[in-house]
């Protein structure tokens, strides 16, 4: 169907959008003014402190964005002196990662939630909400054509 009713569907969809995206970006930016440290950084932060050694991989997937996307989040991470990183003795390949007293101090700022209104407020939902929201998701990317290089980043570095 067409028309008014489809306009008005279309437009509360984009409404929702825009106060979403416009909620996140606010959270961003208050995370970034009250801790110095950008919220994937943050958040990474958060991760490393709940699992002290926890794997480059393990945070990647973790935060649901590329390896080497997170190996780049680290690096800024870690010359900040917000976390450092140690080599395993049993296989040099694994790196761990640790927080610093700085990285510490940085997440002690951070406002909740620390994994970002977005990925917080997804992992609230039912699972089956969670499902069909994806799949849904799925349909308006394909429609677009988005292109798949911005889906391996998170918010804080679109």
């Not at 929702?16 to 440290?37: D, K, P, S, T």
């Not at 969670?130 to 804080?156: K, N, Y």
């Amino acid at each position: 169907m067409t028309g008014p009713v489809s306009d008005n569907a279309t437009h509360e969809a984009l409404r929702l959008f825009r106060a979403i995206y416009a909620e996140v970006r606010h959270h961003l930016q208050n995370i970034e003014r009250r801790c110095g440290a950008s919220g994937a950084q943050v958040w990474a932060l958060a991760l490393v402190s709940r699992q002290p050694g926890v794997r480059v991989t393990e945070l990647a997937d973790a935060m649901a964005i590329h390896p080497s996307t997170a190996s780049n989040l680290l690096a800024k991470a870690e010359k900040g002196g917000l976390l450092r990183r140690e080599r395993s003795q049993a296989d040099q390949r694994v790196v761990k990662l640790y927080l610093t007293e700085l990285g510490a101090d940085t997440l002690a700022k951070a406002p909740e939630p620390v994994a970002g209104l977005l990925p917080d407020a997804l992992a609230r939902l039912p699972h089956d909400v969670l499902l069909r929201l994806s799949a849904d998701l799925q349909l308006l990317a394909t429609r677009m054509s988005v292109q798949e290089d911005a889906a391996g980043r998170p918010f804080s570095e679109l």
